[in-house]
DNA sequence: CCTAGATAGTTATCTTTGTTAACTGTTACC
DNA sequence: GGTAACAGTTAACAAAGATAACTATCTAGG
């Protein structure tokens, strides 16, 4: 969430439920809990609605480190898999959840 | 489970728990409920200790039927991936788990 | 042989993440 | 203006994972 966050800028909490593939209290739960943390905060939109959030300065800190530390923990597991390896895998996967979403 | 069962023939929760990665709380409640559902059942031990399963004659049959079914949807999810690609992925996968548990 | 430590498994409790169903408030279209 | 659709919320449930604490049993060493 905090890297759809980071890279598009603001989202609609019905927007990130198309995205992480998953039902919208689910979604409703995990941003809230973000906004308690203090890491995610209410942008104003034209339609009432719709609540769109987007990350705080805080926020935004917490995804520069943790992104870090999953770089390096990503880093560590792909050890001994090429980066040719590494794009089969994502290339396989993705053809993988198509045929699991037709 | 039930695969493991079928292949292995008969195990104890704490070798299940191994195999599966999970801790021993887990693998009690998923085995009681598969005796609940009739598909396991207590194979005598000399260890009282230990409590060791085996499929039932039910068990066995449902998991025939599980794995037609399995062995279709699989089929159909890896539609457009050849077998050696599916090979990669396991392979690489093994080695991403073997990174993981260092 | 007895005891202490280890082992196998159980139980209670908690957490997380997912869901469905039902709901409220808002928007858009006829 | 009314209705259907949409965005989001809430309650309740389920599943699967964990930890901590426990009991019963086994094993090894003194």
Redesign the interface.
Known sequence: MLHYLANEGSTTLVELSHYLYVEKPTTTRTINRLEELGYVEHVPSRDKREKRMQLTVLGQQVYEEVRITIDAFEK??????SVE?QQ??VR?MQ??RA??LK
């Open positions: 560590d597991i792909l050890t001994g898999i390896e089969d895998m396989i053809i993988i045929n699991i």
